[in-house]
């Protein structure tokens, strides 16, 4: 085989080389495009690799965090069916739906055993809630600051648990005029009592509340 000089190499004229220069070059172009090719493929395959990996890691940590809240599934449920017990003895505590009436009348005259004037004391539409009812009252109230604290102590110590909550309450001395003792305070706006539902009223509420749920 002669030495070739590839410097004296036609590049466009490449069908005029000898055979064996010929042969060096298609060999060379082969391993380059099996190269290429092998690079592509192992390439794809690592990024494969790498996808699968991270999706492993993702799986293993949902797996992990799922397998924890299925250990504590036991004790958890447990917990939520003592908590519930615990509300609903909680809620039969409050006044029931017969006893409501009897309520009213009594905070009625607890306020007036304390001295205070009702000037309007009127119980308005229950509104109903999951387990329990509350009962607005819209009152207007003159007494002095010690007449409202006996009130509300004398409320404490009814018989029955009452729960009161004040809303756009406002309280403010009441204008002087004659015939109209010092210290007098009036209080206005609305407070509301509450009571429990009993099973089957708590059933009407959930029902209703599944048909609302429902209709969107």
Known sequence: MKNFDLNNLDFNNAGAWPVPVKAF???????????LGWYSFVSNQQNQLEQLQRTEQDLRRDFEAKQAKAV????????????????????????????????IVDISQTALASGIQNELFQP??????????????????????????????????LPRVVIMTMHDI???????KEG???????????????????????AEVAAAAATVQGAK
């Open 25 to 35: 070059f298609a060999t060379l172009i082969v391993i380059i495009i099996l190269f």
């Open 72 to 103: 504590n599934l036991e004790p958890l449920t447990a917990q939520l069916k003592e908590m519930e017990a615990m509300l609903q003895q909680m809620l039969r505590q409050l006044p029931s739906r017969t006893e409501m009436p009897d309520l």
């Open 124 to 157: 308005q539409p229950e509104n109903r809630k999951a387990f329990y009812a509350e009962k607005p009252i819209s009152l207007r109230m003159v007494g002095s600051y010690h007449q409202f604290g006996d009130f509300v102590s004398g409320v404490a110590s």
């Open 170 to 176: 406002s309280l403010v001395p009441r204008d002087a």
């Open 180 to 202: 109209v003792p010092s210290g007098q305070l009036v209080l206005e706006g609305t407070v509301k009592t509450y009571r429990y539902l009993d099973d089957e009223e708590a």
